[in-house]
Every structure is written in structure tokens, then in C-alpha cells.
């Protein structure tokens, strides 16, 4: 019972100027209120655990709500940059569907310049031919003639006739190297049917390094580099494909020319450039029962959080659509194709892609 009941209880005991009566009424009234009071405390303590209950839950239903809104906007944030690699993935195929229909392009204009530079080949190496019958005439109508024909004019036509033949040895040489250069690009588009064959490595790299130098040259940011070609005689045929390895070779050339370009702009907005001459080193050797290709440049460095994901395909450094990312990964599974190896080793203003062919295959 309630305390202050009780107390009204035990007072109405002591008087005893009520009688009995009102006293019983009394007391069965002040029970009643006590049991009414008893159930309303009841119903108080119920309500409050309720309502503490219902907080508790409610702020479990806030957190578990704020949780789910994170984990929401964390999806929204990786479906945001799953789409913009998606896009620009699609950028890089259709780029790269470009760079192969280009490729057509230029093995079609590399087999159409191929058919004349054949007929002046072939007609200047006639030509001088015809040249040595001129001689050999010459000296047969002087035999015959006699004096009749002064010395001065057969030596003057003699003049002639060389300087001709040199002019003619010039076009073969220069037509010799335009095919040359043809029929790299025509190797280069065709890619190779996977047949390892004897191959003179000396003379792939410095065809290929030329190659992509003049092609470097021609673009539309050309810059002035020093080749440095440290080729060793003892380095010989080694099994190659030909077609598939020239492409290590152009792709190695050409990252190494954007990142020397690069390095030039920087160092002519900061010095005016003066200071700074590129440079690409290119060295083959025998080592052990490989033969080594370096490819080294004096450009920037690779920084070492970079050079971890250059050989994945997709990445890469270059801005816009000026890359596709597919360069180096191409490269090393056509290294890995030859059971090779690439070592990329990189450090402030020098870089060294180096390569290790097996001399068996």
C-alpha cells in the first residue's frame, strides 16, 4: 500500500471520534484508491519501459536507416565510376577500332606505293647497266675511230655518264630504303601467324627504331633526340616473330619519345629548355642463353605508383584519347608469346625497359 495511505489508515484507527461505521467506508475507500493508484503506477512503469524500449529500437532504426543510406550512396559513387570507365573503356575500343582500321588504311597505301617504287628500283638498277654498255661502247668506238674522236669529248661524255650513275645509284638507294620502310609497315599491319623463325635481332631493332624515329619526326610534336645505337656483333639471328616483336620495339620507342616530350615541354616552360637534350639508348647483348634488348630513355621517371600498373591493360597516363592503354600490356604478351621477360627499371630521369629473348626457342 501506498505510503501516504497507509498513513490516512493508521490515523483513522487512533480517532475515535467516527464510529465504526465511517470508519469501514473510510477505509474501504482509501483500499480502493490504493488499488487504483497500484494499477496507475502499473501502467506508468509499463509505459515508460515501453517508451524506452521504443527508443532504443528507434535509434537502431535511425543508425540501421544512416547505415543504409552510406551503404546507398557508396553504390551510387561506384556505379558513377563503373559508368565512367565503362565510357571510357568504350572510348579505348572505339579508338582502338580506329587505330586498326588505320592500319588497313596503311597497309593498303604501303602496298600501293610498293608497286612503283619497285618499277624505279628496278629501272634505275637497268639504267645503270645500260650505263656500263655506254662505257663499253665507248671504248669500242675509240678503238675504232681511232684520233678521229678528240680525247676531250669522250672524256667529257665519260663525265657525264658517271655523274649519271651516281644520280642513279642515289635513286636506288634512297628507293631501296623507301621499300625497306614499306615493307616493315606492311609486316607491321599484317602481324605475324605465330611461327618462330630465325631473325637477325640487330637489324630488326635498328630498323624499327629508325622507323618509329622518322615516323616520330613527321608527327605533329616532333622533337630533337640523340639515338644511341649499341649493337652487339655478337648478337646474331635468334628466333623471332618478326612481325609480332617489331611491335615491342615501336610501342617501347614511341612511350619513350611521349615521355622525353613531356619532360622537354616541362623543362622549357621552367628553363627554356636549353638545358635538357633527349636521348634514346638502345643496347643489345648476349647473356648467358638469352639474348638482352634495353631501351633506355633520359625522360622523367616512372613514378613508382604508376609503374605498378603500367603493363595493365587500359591504363595509362596520357590525357584525353591520346592513349589507349593497350600499348604496354601488347607489348609484354608478345614478350611472355616469345618466352620472355620485361624489366621496367625507372628512376628520376631515366627509364630502362629491358628485355630477355631466349636464344632457343
Given amino acids: 500500500m501506498n505510503s501516504d495511505l497507509q498513513s490516512v489508515l493508521d490515523l483513522l484507527d487512533e480517532e475515535s471520534s467516527i464510529s465504526p461505521e465511517r470508519a469501514e467506508a473510510i477505509k474501504k475507500a482509501v483500499k480502493s484508491a490504493d488499488k487504483k493508484l497500484t494499477i496507475a503506477e502499473f501502467k506508468l512503469q509499463r509505459t515508460e519501459k515501453v517508451k524506452r524500449t521504443t527508443s532504443i529500437l528507434l535509434e537502431e532504426t535511425i543508425e540501421e536507416l544512416e547505415l543504409k543510406r552510406k551503404t546507398v550512396e557508396e553504390s551510387k559513387e561506384e556505379l558513377q565510376l563503373s559508368l565512367a570507365e565503362l565510357k571510357e573503356t568504350q572510348e579505348q575500343l572505339i579508338q582502338q577500332e ?62 657525264l655518264v658517271d655523274d649519271i650513275e651516281t644520280n642513279l645509284k642515289k635513286i636506288h638507294e634512297h628507293g631501296s630504303r623507301a621499300d625497306s620502310i614499306v615493307k616493315s609497315m606492311l609486316q607491321h599491319s599484317r602481324g605475324g601467324d605465330g611461327t618462330l623463325e630465325p631473325t637477325d635481332l640487330n637489324q630488326l631493332v635498328k630498323e624499327y627504331v629508325n622507323l618509329t624515329f622518322h615516323g616520330m619526326r613527321a608527327g605533329k610534336h616532333p622533337i630533337n633526340v640523340d639515338i644511341d645505337l649499341q649493337l652487339d656483333e655478337d648478337v646474331e639471328e635468334i628466333p623471332l616473330m618478326a612481325e609480332n616483336f617489331s611491335r615491342v620495339i615501336l610501342n617501347l620507342c614511341n612511350n619513350a619519345f611521349d615521355a622525353m ?41 616512372i613514378p613508382p605508383e604508376v609503374k605498378n600498373k603500367i603493363l595493365q591493360p587500359f591504363f595509362t597516363t596520357k590525357k584525353g584519347k591520346e592513349g589507349t592503354g593497350l600499348g604496354l600490356s601488347i607489348t609484354n604478351d608478345i614478350i611472355k608469346m616469345h618466352r620472355g621477360s620485361l624489366q621496367i627499371i625507372s628512376e628520376r630521369g631515366k627509364t630502362i625497359f629491358s628485355i630477355r629473348i631466349p636464344l632457343e626457342p
Fill in 98 to 159: 580506329k587505330l586498326a582500321s588505320l592500319g588497313q588504311l596503311t597497309a593498303g597505301i604501303a602496298h600501293e606505293i610498293k608497286n612503283p617504287l619497285n618499277f624505279v628500283n628496278n629501272f634505275a638498277e637497268l639504267s645503270v647497266e645500260l650505263l656500263q654498255e655506254i662505257r663499253e661502247e665507248m671504248k669500242l668506238i675509240k678503238a675504232r675511230r681511232g684520233d678521229s674522236i678528240p680525247d676531250s669529248a669522250l672524256v667529257e661524255i665519260s663525265d
Fill in 261 to 301: 616530350r613531356s619532360k622537354a615541354k616541362s623543362e622549357t616552360s621552367n628553363t627554356g629548355g636549353e638545358s635538357y637534350q633527349p636521348k634514346l639508348t638502345i643496347r643489345t647483348r648476349l647473356q648467358q642463353n638469352y639474348a638482352l634488348v634495353e631501351i633506355e630513355d633520359n625522360g622523367p621517371g
